[in-house]
Every structure is written in structure tokens, then in C-alpha cells.
């Protein structure tokens, strides 16, 4: 069965500091990976997918995030974070021959302090 | 403008009293899903739908109801809400097929049962 675990709950952040959010997943399978945000009181929107190509994946608002199949992650990263970045993140799956069901983890909170 | 619409964003309700909460989107959408998010635990699928008249159980379906008669309305149905249903809920909605997988949400339905 597909799962998806990411490392950290919550990750504090200085402002214009690199930040690296963890994330692992478990399948037997070829899967499709997301990475999603979510603002303070309001739903989640799409940062950044891999479906496949190319393992490095640019997103929206400078993330990027990196495929390994080996190691079965797909770790998101910013070079320079904001204020505005605080919010949580989610790591997603999906197993294209499982039908359409998203698999989620848990989230990482990230606070970005000044 | 593109969107997946939830109603009613907030709602206080007392144990056992019926309650329906609304999902429409614009985006003539086959699939659309239901989530709850609770602290610590991501957020997991209660039902979805692959298309009108086509509805299935996700992981945590029990005392909830579906269904789908128009392609872009998907409501949740608590026909006697429990305190342990007391969560944030999102509405989410994706195109099937080849490019299928990114999921569009609603802002959220927070609902107490008391």
C-alpha cells in the first residue's frame, strides 16, 4: 500500500535562509508526486508536480523540488524564504493505475521567523 | 474565474442533527472528492466520484453519504453528526485521465458538533 511520510512537523526558519522539507513515500509502483500549500484559513493549492522527465521540478514562488527513486523521496526546497512562505505543506502520491485516489502526509508547518 | 465553491464555510451543529454541506465547481471536472483534516493527521479521504452517478468510499467513509446527480455538485451528507466528525473539510475536484492528478480545493468547511 502507498504512503507518504514527511520528516518534519514543523520547521522554524529565518527569513532568507534555505529551507529543505522532507518527504518519503512507499510504493511498489511508478507514482506521480506533489507538492501542495496551504495558507492560513484557506484550501490547499498546487506548488509543484512530477509526472515524469526531468527529476528536478521548478514550481511556483521559487520552490523547486527533486525526484529520487532510489532513495523514494521527493524533498521540496527554497534557497531564500520569506515571511509570506509560512504555511503548511503537504507531500502527496499518486499511483496512476490506481485509479485517481491522492494519498496525503501528514504536513510540515513552516514558520518563517524575522 | 475557476473554482470549487464550499458551503457553509463555518457551522456549529448539536449531536445528531442532519446536516449537508455543499460542493460545486466550474471547471466541468469529472472527479471530485471529499477530505477532513485533523491536527497531526494530513487530510484523508472520505468519498469521491469519478463521475456523475459514480461515487466510492475512501478511507474514513463511516457516517457520511454522497452522491452525484450533476457533474459539478458533490455534497457531504452527516445524517447524524457526532462530536468525532467535529474537523475541517475540503472539497476537491480534477480531471480524469492521462493528465489527471492535480487537485483543486474549496476554502474549507469548519464544522463543530457539540
Known amino acids: 500500500a502507498q504512503s507518504v511520510t514527511q520528516l518534519d512537523s514543523q520547521v522554524p526558519v529565518f527569513e532568507e535562509a534555505p529551507v529543505e522539507l522532507r518527504c518519503n513515500y512507499s510504493?511498489?509502483?511508478?507514482?506521480?508526486l506533489f507538492w501542495y500549500v496551504q495558507y492560513p484559513n484557506q484550501g490547499l493549492q498546487l506548488l509543484l508536480k512530477?509526472?515524469?522527465?526531468?527529476?528536478l521540478v521548478k514550481g511556483i514562488n521559487g520552490f523547486e523540488a527533486e525526484f529520487n527513486k532510489s532513495q523514494t523521496s521527493f524533498h521540496l526546497r527554497k534557497p531564500s524564504v520569506h515571511i509570506s512562505d509560512t504555511a503548511e505543506y503537504f507531500c502527496?502520491?499518486?499511483?496512476?493505475?490506481?485509479?485517481?485516489?491522492?494519498?496525503f502526509g501528514a504536513g510540515t508547518r513552516l514558520f518563517v521567523k524575522a | 474565474e475557476a473554482q470549487v465553491t464550499q458551503n457553509p464555510r463555518y457551522l456549529i451543529t448539536v449531536t445528531g442533527k442532519k446536516l449537508t454541506v455543499t460542493c460545486s465547481q466550474n471547471?466541468?471536472?469529472?472527479?471530485m472528492s471529499w477530505y477532513r483534516q485533523d491536527p497531526g493527521l494530513g487530510l484523508r479521504q472520505i468519498y469521491y466520484?469519478?463521475?456523475?452517478?459514480?461515487?466510492d468510499k475512501g478511507d474514513v467513509p463511516e457516517g457520511y453519504k454522497v452522491s452525484r446527480k450533476e457533474k459539478r455538485n458533490f455534497p457531504l451528507i452527516l445524517e447524524s453528526p457526532s462530536p468525532n466528525q467535529t474537523s475541517l473539510y475540503f472539497c476537491?475536484?480534477?480531471?480524469?485521465?492521462?493528465?489527471?492528478?492535480?487537485?483543486?480545493f474549496g476554502e474549507g468547511s469548519r464544522l463543530t458538533v457539540l
Open positions: 512530477y509526472l515524469s522527465g526531468s527529476t
Open positions: 476537491a475536484s480534477s480531471f480524469s485521465g492521462r493528465v489527471a492528478g492535480e487537485l483543486f
Open positions: 466520484s469519478m463521475n456523475v452517478e459514480v461515487t
Open positions: 471547471m466541468n471536472h469529472e472527479y
Open positions: 502527496a502520491v499518486i499511483q496512476p493505475t490506481g485509479g485517481f485516489k491522492t494519498i
Open positions: 510504493s511498489s509502483v511508478s507514482v506521480y
